[in-house]
T-cell receptor, first 111, second 115 residues
Framework: DAKTTQPTSMDCAEGRAANLPCNHS???????VYWYRQIHSQGPQYIIH???NNETNEMASLIITEDRKSSTLILPHATLRDTAVYYC????????????FGSGTKLNVKP | DTAVSQTPKYLVTQMGNDKSIKCEQN?????MYWYKQDSKKFLKIMFS???????INETVPNRFSPKSPDKAHLNLHINSLELGDSAVYFC??????????????FGEGSRLTVL
């Protein structure tokens, strides 16, 4: 599986949009981009995933560049409860759901 | 109702002991997993079972033995516990093991401390 690179930590003001970048320059055509988050030692929580097109759900938006070498997770209106470690993961289709979690980005939402 | 539940949440034991962690999911999923999160917070897959059949075994010491009595349950038994086994163990499930959304549903974790 391709590896990802994320900043170690980011700060965001409450109510503002949080934009979390992820580089996956070696991604191949059959790999999806997934985002999970882990709130203070709870189990990781699925946020969103995509292959080529931008995606949006009730939690976030995922913007994938045209060359698919990077992506950005957008939390449109961050709240204090969004403080967590955010993991960007690439996953080969049909690989038995092997998710390899990296070190992620610690997002600190501040009042 | 908790979708993926693990017991116990906390476990403190001595080196050399044998212990088990249990996991149950009520989502009707076919596939279940064990992940280990060490002190550096890296989350690593250990095992996966699909409908009671082992499909992933990520080079885990054979002191760790998963058992799946049915597709709703996946237990983890650890023999001869070592200090390095101290970690948080997460159980997860997914609808299936290949296609679909690939979304994993995680339990709250079981924190194991070996003294």
């Amino acid at each position: 599986d391709a590896k990802t690179t994320q900043p170690t930590s980011m700060d965001c003001a409450e109510g503002r949009a949080a934009n979390l970048p992820c580089n996956h320059s070696t991604i191949s055509g059959n790999e999806y981009v997934y985002w999970y988050r882990q709130i203070h030692s709870q189990g990781p929580q699925y946020i969103i995933h995509g292959l080529k097109n931008n995606e949006t759900n009730e939690m976030a938006s995922l913007i994938i560049t045209e060359d698919r070498k990077s992506s950005t997770l957008i939390l449109p209106h961050a709240t204090l409860r969004d403080t967590a470690v955010y993991y960007c993961i690439v996953r080969v289709i049909y690989n038995f759901n092997k998710f390899y979690f990296g070190s992620g980005t610690k997002l600190n939402v501040k009042p | 109702d908790t979708a993926v539940s693990q017991t116990p949440k906390y476990l403190v034991t001595q080196m050399g002991n044998d212990k088990s962690i249990k996991c149950e999911q009520n989502l009707g999923h076919d596939t279940m997993y064990w992940y280990k999160q060490d002190s550096k917070k890296f989350l690593k897959i250990m095992f996966s079972y699909n409908n009671k059949e082992l499909i992933i075994n990520e080079t885990v010491p054979n002191r760790f033995s998963p058992k799946s009595p049915d597709k709703a349950h996946l237990n983890l038994h650890i023999n001869s516990l070592e200090l390095g086994d101290s970690a948080v163990y997460f159980c997860a499930s997914s609808q299936d093991h290949s296609g679909g959304t690939g979304e994993l549903f995680f339990g709250e974790g079981s924190r194991l401390t070996v003294l």
